[in-house]
């Protein structure tokens, strides 16, 4: 939640001083850099802001650094409000600035609480994502001293405090990078989540940050730096970035990156280079990322599986470096998630006990740690994270470390925090996504978890190697068969679009469909605010029907006929019992099936795969059903409303 950008640099041949008082730690400086500082910090960090709203759209606000001291501006609403703003009052260039993108945690979504917030009579201007726990006992300490507050922000506490710091280092005599010091002195005394960025006007070609719990990832150029909360914050401009560690400071000049702990000892990071491009993160063409990345599902699956088995046809798993003796002891695979990443997580548990006959739980991340779980040594804890930002599901991993548990992460997002602090890491290969309901990560993450659960079979030898390469030749097909999918949903997208005056739409399913039905449910909840619940269809007459009246739409994902001829004739009773009472249905079925349509008011038909791979496949007609439906109510599918990609905060 809340988008972050930070920007430096230098005109070509400007040379500016270098930090003092600050750790020599210049293990990423580029002293080759004397062509860099191509750039102005408004642009680069209302670029990075236009790649960050995703994050949060409740306000924007930048400042830079001018001739005349820092000059800041800020609007309620969406980054365009921010942008008409600009072109009514313009800033000067600047080499120096911050931005950020808000979802509002303490304060409504206005102009005053929107950030950047300034402190030291003007002359410092701070960003913040996360919560300051402890703001309230700050606030009354810095009353006490004289300070005002214009805002309801814990936010405008954050910076007061970093201006009184400062103000008493300067006071006191100190020198050098005092903002850096002042950073690491504010950062002892808050609580909470944060990344902080500040600027100050005694110091121009200087940023700071601060962070605990709340993303930051450094971009590395050539006589400019760049701070961002992932790296579409600066993807335009670099493709070399630095993961950090918790608990750091890091501070950018034109040509320096210094890493520091709150205490001002030399801290580390870690390079990595980001292998999309920032194409990868435009709509290429499409309405919506939504739409777009709905359409990226086949790559997105297929880069996923690419070069995971060796010239003898076992399968591997590179990142897994986790011991194997440790992986063959596991008792119990504990999945934590929440969201759409959960039902990913409920989706594999079929597969995974199926394969490895290993118990396996699938828990919201955000319940698991508050009733006292049993996780021990051999506990497998695979934490699903297409962020890798995700509070909850962070806390969680951190726990179950501590009771002594392995973890695995699945994540989409290089250099984020969950990885970091995992065991081991899979990633998915889904590439940037951008649109706040999640599509494309969710059928990363289902094969991701495929294939652990595969290696597992294979390292414990519960499935043969042509067991395990029958199953990888099928997913090896899903590609193809969700372009199938694609290329003929109208049908499906009309039905979406005719059904936007519907007040709720239900959704069945069972075995595998049952969490393909929760996230269709969710799909329609997020984007089209209307009642959507998604239910397990033998639980029907266990209370749900009740639900049912004449017109009820209802979306039933149907097992396959073929392979599940038990399980798809109880289905089919269940729709029975549901038309009895009224229900329209529209029921997503393997090609063939044409049994269904004596019992359904519309079908739309998916290939055939086997059972386990069916959720690669029915999740997508559901999500195209809620795309259409909520951009035929007019609203936005990108940003809805109240929501923010990241969730980083608990
Ligand atoms: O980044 P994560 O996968 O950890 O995010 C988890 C959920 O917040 C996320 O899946 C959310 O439910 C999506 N908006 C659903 O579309």
Redesign the pocket.
Known sequence: MCGIVGYVGRERGQVLSTLENVPPAVEFADSSADEGGRHGALDVVMEGLRRLEYRGYDSAGVAVLTPSGIESRKKAGKLTNLVQELAAEPLPRSLTGIGHTRWATHGGPTDQNAHPHLADQGRLALIHNGIIENYAELKAELLAEGLTFISDTDTEVAAGLLGVIYRGLKDGGAKGDVLTLAMQQACQRLEGAFTLLAIHEDQPGVVTAGRRNSPLVVGLGDGENFLGSDVSGFIDFTRRAVELGQDQIVTITPDDVVITDFFGNPAEGTEFHVNWDAAAAEKGGYDSFMEKEIHDQPDAVGQTLLGRSDIKGNLVLDELRIDESILRSVDKIVVL?????AYAGQVAKYAIEHWCRIPTEVELSHEFRYRDPIVNEKTLVVA???????MD?LMAVRYAREQGAKVVAICNTNGSTIPRESDAVLYTHAGPEIA???TK?FLAQITAAYLLGLYLAQLRGNKFRDEIATVMEDLTEIPAKIQTVLDNADKIKQLGADMSEAKSVLFLGRHVGFPVAMEGA??LK?LAYIHAEGFAAGELKHGPIALIEEGQPVVVVMPSSSARNSLHAKVVSNVQEIRARGAVTIVIAEEGDTSVEAYSEHVFYVPATPTLLAPLLTTVPLQIFALALASAKGYDVDQPRN?A???TVE
């Open positions: 998630a929440c969201g759409t990443s699903i994270s297409q962020s890798g930002e995700t599901t706040v309901a999640s990560a969710l799909k997020e929501l990609k990241s969730v």
